[in-house]
């Protein structure tokens, strides 16, 4: 558990572990999400890639991808079909 002071401008300096931990430098976008009672802070883009995941979520399956290999045989056919163009 960390603490931080909000300063009289509504600032809050993230502690260097929490920063660190979820790669937040200078300028990352952060979101506030209430619950309840409860604020929560998150990495905006780390949110966008678990929100991007999951829309996506079968899309392998469907498309036939089991393993790596799969993907990049996908993305070879791909390159030699955008070659012939």
Do not use: H, W
């Not at 572990?17 to 200078?26: A, D, Q, V």
């Amino acid at each position: 558990m960390e603490l931080a002071r909000i300063t009289s401008k509504g600032q809050v300096t993230i502690p260097v572990g929490i920063r660190k931990k979820y790669g937040l430098t200078e300028g990352s976008k952060v979101l506030f999400l209430e619950d309840g009672d409860r604020v929560y802070m998150m990495n905006s883009t780390m949110m966008a890639l678990a929100e991007v995941q999951q829309a996506f979520a079968g899309a392998a399956a469907e498309a036939g991808l089991t393993c790596e290999e799969d993907v990049i045989q996908m993305m070879k056919d791909y390159r030699k079909r955008s070659q012939k163009k």
